[in-house]
Structure formats: structure tokens, C-alpha cells
């Protein structure tokens, strides 16, 4: 029995990851189209508005999506599940209406003037895309799959129409943000939609639920706060250093693999609840072999891809945005070094186990020694500077979380957490068959032909050999 439950669950989550995959390469084709269609000034200042989307809205949507599950199981979970959603409309407002007072100030501080400008366009998303964070989890909470696909890929290809709608009519930034927020209003609305299909409360009886609520959901928010403004602190120093062609550089190289996150997190979606029952029970090795076993195989996917691209960079640059951006590279080279520290949602783990206050002082502390070090790097040797400093305080805080995962599983080593052997062993073979496949592909003139057929040849290898061998 235990087992056919724990299926579902890996089933429910493999759902999740593709709708969520979806949505991804959906917003990569679109910063790869805009990227060649808009200048760098253009694409700077478009970047610089989902900066300031990314700087908030993924920690509140981990808060309170965690918060619709949670209290989604409760007996008055209709009147929780409301009280959350009028709660995210209410700061949806509250956020908009702060940035548009401060968007003189904004502006500056990112050397670009247009941003005022520009503001009223990207407003309404802002506005409507905070309440509409929890359809995704209503959908889970209510087993409606299927729609959670389907809204998904509506809002993707929506979002796609949009930019190509402005390239055939030769509109700018102002067009396409007006069309992501005509998407999002229809998302805040559908959201409306299903709260009340579901759950049918009225308002004026959900606000007593509101304290409890923000009870939970503020350690989350604390702790990933801190972990999402150190994710971007770096450009942020940049936008302050730099002009905003050399922000755009920069940008396009600061990127993280977007389906990494997702490998992890769909894992930590499985493990979190098995975590949480083993610990509660006592059951301690159990978990350190739970957690060994994760490592194993995402081992097998994340280390190859790091390997891989560390050889052939400046290829995957030219493919996804064009000659423009190869200044970019070096960029890219030093955030592929966040991939080895990705085998683990390490956050996901401290909380699984109830080191929720450890979770946040080390995301605290990781904030101000990537600032520290980002202020320092940037004076010191440039461009490159802030980019090394957010990955050196990113191993540093991996080995704090995973000394504290360790201690309290009794103070076992890090070595029985983590399989060193076998991932060193997939570094080396993956490491030596990228350089051999490096070696080939220099007789190869195109680079496009070259990165195709080289990145062919390395994932049959991996298929054929690695996978096989660490089955």
C-alpha cells in the first residue's frame, strides 16, 4: 500500500514538473526572441522589469503556495484557502502601487530613465500576478491535473503570441507588457473562478483565519527572501556599476539552467513528506539513505550537463542569443559552477526536519557575504566580479545547511550523506568525454552543426555507459 502511495505521489509531482517544464522553455523562447529583436538597451530594460518580478514574487509564491497545501487538507480549508487569496490580492496592490511611487528612484538606480516610462505598462502584471500564484497549487490541491496543463500551456503560448504580435506589428516594451498583463488578468480572474468553485466562502467570514495564516507562511518568507535577493544581489551591483549595454552582457551569462531547479525541486517535492515522517519516528539512516539515493541520480543528470558546458559555452551562448551576446561567456562559465551545488534542495531538507530558524540565518548570512564580496569583486577585477562572489557564497552556504542536515542526523559525515565516490567518478568520466568530444568538434567550422552534433554524441555516450553502469 505504502508503496502504490508513494507512485502517486512521484506521478503527481512528475505532472507538476512537466507543466512547470512548459512554462520555462516558454519564457526562455521569449527572452531568446526578444533578445535578437530588441537592442540592449531595450533588452536591459526589459530585463530589469522581471529583475524586480523575480526579486519578490518567487518566495511569495512558495510561502503561500506551501500555505494552500498546508491548509488546504484543514476542515474550514475554504475559508483559509479565501482568506489567502483576498490576503495576495491586498499585496498585490500594495507592491504596485509602492514600485510606481518609487519608479523615479528605481530608474535611477538601474541608469535607466526609460524604466519610468515604461512602468504603467508592466503595473497591471505586477498587480495581477501576485493573487494568481496559488492557481497552480488549487489545481494540485483539487487533483485537476488535466487543467493545470492546460492553463499552463494557454498562458505560454498567450505570453509567445504577445512578443510575436509585437515583432509583426514592430512594437516595443510598452506593447509587450500591456499583452502579459491582459494574460494575467485573465489568470487572476480564472483564479477568482476556481476559489469560489471549490470553495465558496464569503468574504467577511475568512479574516479570522488571516493571522494564522501569516503565522505559518512568515519563517518561509524570511528565509527566502534572504535567498532570493543573494540570488540577485549580483545584478543589482551591476546595474549600479555599469552602463545598461553592459548589464544586458551580463545578464544573458547570469543565467542559471532553468530545468536544474526543476529536477531538484520535483525530487524535493517526493522526499519532503518521507523526510518529515522518518525524522518524527527516528528513523535517521533511513533518511541519510533517502538522501544518498537522490543524490545518485541527479548526480547522473546535472553533473554531465556542467561538464558538457563548461567545453562548449560559447556555443550555447551563439545558439540561444546570437553573435550580440558571446561577450557573455565568461559569464555563463563561472554560473555553471552553481550546477555540482544543485544536487540538493538543501532548504527543503532543514524544513523536513525542523531547522526552519537555522534555514533562514544561513540564507541571512549568505545574503551579506555575497554583498560583501560581490562590492569588493566588482572594484577589483570588474565584470566578472559579482558573478564569482554569488557562487563562492553559494558553496559556503551548502556546506553550512549540509553541516547542520548532518548534525542533526546525529552528526553522521558528510561522506555517508553524499556518495563522493560515485560522483567523482561521474565527474571524471564526464569531464574526459566532453574534452574528447571537444577535441572532435574543433574540425567542426560551424558552431551551430558543431554544438548539435558534439552534445548528440556526448548523450549517447552518457546513455550507453554512465546510466548503465551506475543503474
Not at 547522473?300 to 551576446?325: D, G, V, W
Not at 559556503?396 to 548532518?406: C, N, P, V, W
Not at 571537444?438 to 552543426?449: C, D, K, M, R, T
Request: proline share 3%; glycine share 4%; with cysteine.
Amino acid at each position: 500500500m505504502d508503496k502504490l502511495k508513494n507512485l502517486t505521489v512521484v506521478r503527481k509531482a512528475g505532472f507538476v514538473s512537466l507543466s512547470r517544464l512548459i512554462n520555462l522553455l516558454g519564457l526562455l523562447l521569449i527572452t531568446i526572441i526578444l533578445a535578437r529583436y530588441l537592442s540592449k538597451p531595450e533588452f536591459a530594460s526589459y530585463d530589469q522589469f522581471w529583475l524586480i518580478y523575480n526579486t519578490f514574487f518567487p518566495v511569495l509564491s512558495f510561502a503561500f503556495t506551501s500555505s494552500v497545501y498546508f491548509f488546504g487538507t484543514k476542515e474550514n480549508a475554504g475559508k483559509y484557502i479565501t482568506a489567502i487569496f483576498l490576503f495576495l490580492s491586498l499585496a498585490g496592490f500594495v507592491l504596485t502601487f509602492s514600485i510606481f511611487l518609487l519608479r523615479s528612484e528605481i530608474a535611477k538606480l538601474f541608469n535607466n530613465p526609460q524604466f519610468d516610462k515604461d512602468f504603467l505598462k508592466f503595473a497591471p502584471f505586477l498587480l495581477f500576478s501576485l493573487p494568481s500564484l496559488m492557481l497552480d497549487a488549487i489545481m494540485v490541491l483539487k487533483n485537476e491535473f488535466k487543467k493545470l496543463f492546460i492553463v499552463t500551456n494557454f498562458t505560454v503560448l498567450a505570453y509567445v503570441g504577445v512578443v510575436a504580435l509585437a515583432i509583426i506589428l514592430g512594437q516595443k516594451i510598452p506593447f509587450i507588457f500591456a499583452g502579459f498583463s491582459l494574460v494575467s488578468l485573465l489568470r487572476f480572474i480564472y483564479t477568482w473562478h476556481l476559489v469560489k468553485k471549490f470553495f465558496n466562502e464569503k468574504l467577511n467570514t475568512t479574516l479570522q483565519y488571516l493571522k494564522e495564516i501569516l503565522l505559518y507562511t512568515a519563517p518561509l518568507i524570511v528565509g527566502h527572501i534572504s535567498a532570493l535577493i543573494s540570488r540577485q544581489v549580483d545584478k543589482y551591483i551591476i546595474a549600479n556599476n555599469f552602463p545598461s549595454e553592459l548589464y544586458a552582457t551580463y545578464t544573458i551569462g547570469a543565467k542559471e539552467l532553468p530545468i536544474i531547479p526543476l529536477i531538484t525541486s520535483s525530487f524535493a517535492s517526493v522526499i519532503f513528506p518521507e523526510i518529515s515522517k522518518l525524522y518524527s519516528t527516528g528513523r535517521k539512516s533511513e533518511i541519510v539513505s533517502l538522501i544518498k539515493d537522490v543524490v545518485k541520480s541527479t548526480s547522473l543528470i546535472i553533473i554531465p550537463i556542467f561538464s558538457f558546458l563548461i567545453f562548449f559555452s560559447q556555443e550555447f551562448i551563439l545558439i540561444l542569443f546570437s553573435k550580440k551576446y558571446l561577450e557573455s561567456t565568461a559569464i555563463f562559465r563561472i554560473y555553471l559552477f552553481f550546477l555540482p551545488v544543485r544536487l540538493l534542495v538543501y532548504s527543503s531538507i532543514l524544513s523536513a526536519l525542523g531547522k526552519q530558524k537555522i534555514y533562514m540565518l544561513i540564507s541571512f548570512l549568505d545574503l551579506v557575504l555575497n554583498l560583501t564580496l560581490g562590492a569588493i569583486l566588482v572594484k577589483a577585477i570588474g565584470l566578472l566580479g559579482p558573478a564569482i562572489a554569488v557562487v563562492i557564497s553559494t558553496y559556503i552556504e551548502a556546506f553550512a545547511m549540509l553541516f547542520f542536515i548532518s548534525k542533526a542526523l546525529g552528526k553522521v559525515s558528510l561522506l555517508k550523506i553524499l556518495p563522493v565516490k560515485l560522483m567523482i567518478s561521474i565527474f571524471a568520466f564526464s569531464l574526459s568525454t566532453s574534452f574528447l568530444c571537444y577535441l572532435l568538434g574543433s574540425s567542426v567550422e560551424n558552431a551551430i552543426f558543431r554544438f548539435i552534433l558534439m552534445g548528440g554524441l556526448f548523450s549517447l555516450i552518457h546513455l550507453l555507459v554512465v546510466v548503465k553502469f551506475y543503474k
